[in-house]
């Protein structure tokens, strides 16, 4: 069923009272926000987000009563009753589409007690449905100055299998700290950031190194609120890696979710934004190198202090080799991609070779040259990672005219 735009989140005077009876009498629904997959250009996953529909027919949005149910403690009592919901949603959902990844959102109360964890538990139990198939989000605040309980039960759900979104990245005051604490697998870059990238440089360089240190911590990276193909096209090019807003799809019934998966739509999701990834990633690993060697070579090893990252030393396994060896494969048949595969190894066995050396206590001068063998390599490859860069640059060109 249709509801015409203006009967949308009408202006109701809602009284706790009123949100009482209506979690009663199970007045509630979940609409559901499709998100694309930059890399595949297809949809990956969904955000369930919480709509009130009295008998009136009016669609209440939750920026007017979820805060209510914070505030009067009926916030727990209306996830509970909602997750059964939003798994058998799921069951239906993944008859057409199996691998979608459901997300949903919960605050620091619904851990309060040990109901949610239970709720969820016996719930994915008598459906039969995957944990690793739901991501739960959290902002910021739910996260800190929560109690040790709390911390306790929200550790507990990921121990299931859950998965957790940071919702709203960019928008607190301690994000990054909050980040550096939790085990989360997805970054969800705040619609307001994303929005003000149109107008503010300095939102769009905030977007893009969020995006770089996203990646670097290896973690997905959402964009929320996307309205525009050019904001679209931006977001991929910088290497973000799921996308969701109006632009692509709003949020809908189930129903509606349902045909709307049917009609299985493609959007652009060439990874271009990957391969300028891909030569951050050798940089990185060519400088965490060096900084071992040097500081094996010069220092003889004394701890500085830091806990600096190993370069890792297998050519399949460094975030080169894998994007190589995974998502970059598409690029296959290319002779400059082709072509990186050499010194691509070649620098994996001088790196070897420097860390054999400096173990050894090899004299400095053997040392440089093999580094300066390494700087040469470095400069090969990347300019091999360049021209692939240009090359799909020129073919997605092509493509959208
Ligand atoms: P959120 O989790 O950050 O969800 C994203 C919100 O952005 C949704 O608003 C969605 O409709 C909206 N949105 C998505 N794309 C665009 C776009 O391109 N442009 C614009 N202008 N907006 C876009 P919604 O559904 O009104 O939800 C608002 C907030 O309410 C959510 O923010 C979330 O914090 C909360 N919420 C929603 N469902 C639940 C729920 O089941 N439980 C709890 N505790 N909170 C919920
Ligand atoms: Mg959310
Ligand atoms: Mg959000």
């Not at 629904?29 to 250009?41: A, D, K």
């Not at 709720?119 to 139990?125: K, Q, R």
């Not at 002779?335 to 595969?341: I, T």
Request: glycine share 6%.
């Amino acid at each position: 069923m249709n509801q015409s735009a203006n009967r949308h989140d009408t202006h109701v005077d809602i009284s706790a009272e009123q949100l009482a009876r209506a979690i009663e009498r199970d007045e509630f629904v979940f609409h559901y926000q499709p998100q694309i997959s930059m890399l595949s250009g297809k949809v990956c996953g969904a955000e369930a987000l919480i709509r009130w529909t009295p008998p009136s027919g009016d669609v209440i949005l939750p920026s007017r009563f979820i805060p209510l149910a914070e505030a009067t403690a009926q916030i727990r009592a209306l996830s509970v009753a909602m997750f059964p919901k939003l798994v058998s949603d799921l069951v239906i959902i993944h008859d057409v589409l199996p691998e979608l990844v459901m997300s949903f959102n919960l605050t620091a109360q619904d851990f309060e007690s040990d109901e949610m964890l239970s709720c969820v538990s016996n719930t994915l139990e008598r459906f039969q449905v995957s944990p690793h198939l739901l991501k739960v989000e959290l902002t910021e605040t739910s996260l800190i100055n929560s109690s040790e309980h709390v911390r306790h039960n929200i550790k507990s759900l990921l121990q299931q299998g859950v998965s957790l979104a940071m919702d709203d990245f960019g928008t607190g005051y301690s994000s990054i700290d909050v980040l550096s604490q939790w085990d989360f697998s997805t970054v969800k870059i705040d619609q307001g950031l994303i929005k003000r990238m149109l107008t503010s440089e300095r939102s769009t360089t905030i977007v893009e190194s969020s995006i770089n240190m996203a990646h670097q911590l290896g973690l997905e990276i959402v964009a929320e609120g996307i309205e525009s193909e050019a904001v679209y096209e931006y977001l991929l090019n910088a290497g973000c890696t799921e996308a969701q807003g109006f632009w692509l799809a709003r949020p809908m019934p189930l129903a509606e979710l349902l045909s709307f998966l049917r009609k299985d739509r493609r959007w652009p999701g060439m990874p271009i934004g990957l391969i300028h990834m891909a030569q951050l990633d050798h940089i990185q690993w060519r400088r965490s190198l060096i900084e071992h060697v040097m500081t094996k070579a010069f220092n003889g090893g004394a701890e500085t202090g830091v806990r600096s990252v190993l370069a890792e030393m297998d050519h399949t396994r460094c975030k080169l080799g894998q994007w190589y060896h995974g998502i970059g494969q598409e690029y296959k048949g290319i002779p400059c991609f082709d072509a990186l595969d050499t010194p691509h190894q070649q620098l994996h066995a001088i790196g070897q070779q420097l860390l054999d050396a400096v173990n050894q206590a090899d004299p400095l001068s053997e040392v440089t040259q093999q580094l300066q063998a390494l700087s040469q390599k470095s400069g090969e490859l990347l300019s091999l990672l360049h021209e692939l860069e240009y090359y799909a640059r020129l073919r997605q060109t092509g493509h959208s005219h």
